[in-house]
Every structure is written in C-alpha cells, then in structure tokens.
C-alpha cells in the first residue's frame, strides 16, 4: 500500500501541475530567432554636398587668371628665384615638400628610375632638382574645377592631359597646394 499511495501522490501532483499550466494558458513557443526580423530601419543615406556647377564665364575667367598666375611662376622658375617660388605656395605643400623623409623617397626613386644619384635634403633643394628643370616652361592647356576653391591645371603632352599644378585660392590669389587625390 504504501508504494500505491506514493503512485497516487505523484499521479495527482502531475495532474495538477498540468491543469495549473492550462490554467495559466499554453505557454507560445520561443520565436525562430532566424525568422524574427526587426522593423527595417531606413539606411543613412550619405551626405551629398551641393554640386558645385561653373559657368562657362567662371571657368572663362578662372582659366585667364590661372594662365596669367602659370606665366609668372613660369619666369620666377627660369629665373630661379626659390623666395618667389616660395611665396606661391600653401603651407602644406612647403611642409610637405620639406619633410626630410618625403624628400628622401624621391631621391630615391630618382636613382631607381633614371639612377640619378641625388639626395635632396631641404625644399630649395626639391626646387633646383625638381621644379626648375620640368616646369619652366609649362603650358596651360585645361583646367579643371574640384570644388570653388581648388582647381587642377593640365597640360596636354601627346594627346594626354597631364597634371601640371594642383591649385588652392588663398588668401585673394591661387597657390600651389599639396595633391589630395
């Protein structure tokens, strides 16, 4: 008799505990974590500045001023006048330029392609070995616009424009700036 109580006990706790849960209601199953998708939310669209649009009067007008700003800097090279070249610089061009490691690497690179022993050490440097003996006489074929105040200045070598200057206005007039492409 006492393992038939002991059945009975537990028979009867079982069946209250199944009417306690139906009571309760039937619990629902756990959502499929695969199947459970969040509300979409929208995607940050990127920041699209304005498009800066130049007329031809602006472009007319820029590519007379640059011209006029290429002929000069053309005759302070020839006559190589570094304090003048100097002058028409931005400040990151010259800080750039006058690193010793960037001067370096292109000393460098001189003697690997053309094994031209050199080794440039100050901005004056850069600008006797460099500048003067490729941009004395450079010729403005093209400019083009990267924003109101930046412009690319090329020059057509065998059908294929070539990037003479990259150029900022500052302070009422262009400068050469340092190439951020």
Not at 55 to 75: G, H, K, P, R
Not at 154 to 168: E, H
């Amino acid at each position: 008799m006492k393992y038939s109580t002991i059945w009975q006990l537990s028979i009867g706790a079982l069946i209250v505990v199944m009417l306690t849960a139906g009571c309760a209601g039937t619990p629902e199953p756990a959502p499929d974590p695969v199947s459970v998708k969040p509300d979409p939310v929208p995607a940050a669209q990127p920041v699209k500045p304005e498009e800066f649009v130049v007329t031809e009067e602006i472009y007319q007008q820029t590519f007379e001023d640059v011209e006029a700003f290429i002929l000069n800097l053309n005759s302070i090279i020839k006559a190589e006048d570094f304090e003048g070249w100097n002058s028409y610089l931005t400040d990151e061009y010259r800080k750039y330029y006058s690193d010793p490691a960037v001067l370096r690497g292109i000393s460098d690179e001189l003697k690997k392609k053309f094994r031209y022993d050199l080794r440039m050490r100050t901005l004056k440097d850069y600008f006797i070995y460099i500048v003067v003996g490729s941009r004395q006489e450079a010729a403005l074929d093209e400019i083009e616009f990267i924003d109101e105040t930046h412009i690319l200045a090329y020059s057509i070598v065998n059908d294929t424009p070539a990037i003479l200057y990259y150029l900022a206005y500052e302070d009422g007039g262009w400068k050469i700036a340092k190439w951020q492409g």
